[in-house]
């Protein structure tokens, strides 16, 4: 009786050590710039522009660099930001207020994958976040983009972003 007593207390303490964390940490490339690369020619075009949208706008800010990767037309379906290349960089440099800073040489932003298929490109990022419950701790999830290319510019953006408050 008293083996069935432990063997049951370990297993209940397996069980809740197991979903402390069940989650394994979402974890990027160690060397994202090799991803945006493919043999196939538009693909790797379309990789390029995507890897400049990652590395020169939406990492260093550099927005004034926009007309070169997006389309004047750039349709958006980010529900905080109007559609438009006059409407993206709107949004990144007043209402973000995004500050460029020095073009590295290197991409720094934690890129999980890069996916092309026809005419479109989706990277997938690690996403650090603060857990609801108990915001003195926090987890790794993916946050993605994909964009839909047209003669080497994109020209429309997805993303799971929700309204912001």
Request: with cysteine; net charge neutral.
């Amino acid at each position: 009786m008293r083996c069935r007593l432990y063997l049951l207390l370990a297993t209940v303490l397996v069980a809740v050590s197991l979903s402390l964390h069940a989650q394994a940490p979402v974890v990027g490339a160690s060397d994202p710039d090799t991803l945006f690369h493919s043999s196939d020619s538009k693909l790797n075009a379309n990789k390029q522009a995507a890897y400049h949208i990652v590395k020169d706008l939406l990492e260093a800010g550099h927005w004034e660099l926009a007309d070169k990767y997006l389309t004047e037309r750039y349709i958006q379906h980010n529900p905080n930001a109007a559609s438009g290349r006059g409407g993206v960089v709107k949004f990144f440099t007043e209402v973000r207020k995004v500050k460029p800073t020095p073009l590295s040489e290197k991409m720094r932003t934690n890129v999980v994958s890069v996916v092309a298929e026809g005419d479109l490109v989706v990277v997938a990022y690690v996403h650090d976040a603060k857990d609801a419950k108990d915001p003195s701790k926090s987890y790794t999830t993916t946050w993605f983009d994909m964009w839909r290319f047209k003669d080497g510019k994109a020209d429309e953006h997805w993303d799971p972003a929700t309204r912001m408050q």
